[in-house]
């Protein structure tokens, strides 16, 4: 195979409230503790890696992880807006249960159409596609035959991973991103994509 680009994408660690499920989007929620030890335990997983950059969302609970990383990698972490998750309008801070008491019409018309649905004032997974993917792009043509580290989201790492393995948007939910998972992605100068790890 030709010349490859290595992309480490994770999610970030686990945040506080974690216990209830709830949509938290572009709200700046803040890692638990269990979340920051998550990172340190990532550490080991990356013995033998050259990574050579560092992006993430710029929300906080991906920026502590890409400091704690980029510090044992050698990299000075660059956040960028763009990477940033879904944004849930109304429905941010929400748990999933009081969105299906106050809001159940919408709830199902989102699950009814994953991919064309807005939340009101929020995204699609169309809208988070298009401003997500030309930023990875970038990155992997800016750092051609290097390794490279990104932290994530849950609903941003989807699109990624979708569109690597060329799957539809509508196949969202047929992948798991646990809190501080890893996925390998390798971008080859030829424009194969190879996802070698997901969700480990």
Not at 23 to 38: F, I, K, P, Q, T
Not at 41 to 57: I, N
Not at 153 to 172: K, M
Request: charged letters at 25%; hydrophobic letters at 40%.
């Amino acid at each position: 195979m030709t010349e490859k680009t290595r992309l480490y994408l994770i999610r970030h660690g686990e945040v506080e409230g974690a216990g209830t499920p709830r949509y938290n989007g572009h709200a700046d929620v803040c890692l638990s503790e269990r979340g920051v030890a998550m990172y340190h335990d990532l550490k080991p997983r990356f013995a033998g890696s050259r990574v050579a950059a560092c992006y993430s969302s710029d929300l906080t609970r991906c920026r502590v992880g890409a400091d704690i990383l980029g510090a044992h990698l050698g990299c000075i972490p660059t956040a960028e807006r763009d990477l940033r998750e879904l944004n849930i309008g109304v429905w941010e801070g929400m748990t999933w249960g009081d969105i299906i008491e106050r809001y159940p019409k919408e709830w199902q018309a989102r699950l009814n159409d994953i991919v064309n649905y807005r939340v009101p004032q929020g995204e699609n997974l169309l809208d988070l596609q298009a401003r997500s993917l030309p930023v990875v792009e970038r990155i992997v043509r800016q750092h051609r035959g290097e390794e490279v580290l990104v932290v994530g989201h849950g609903g941003l790492n989807r699109v990624i991973l979708l569109n690597a393995i060329g799957a539809p948007l509508t196949s969202f939910f047929n992948i798991e991103q646990t809190y501080c998972c890893l996925n390998i992605i390798d971008y080859y100068a030829d424009g194969k994509t190879v996802v070698t790890l997901l969700n480990g």
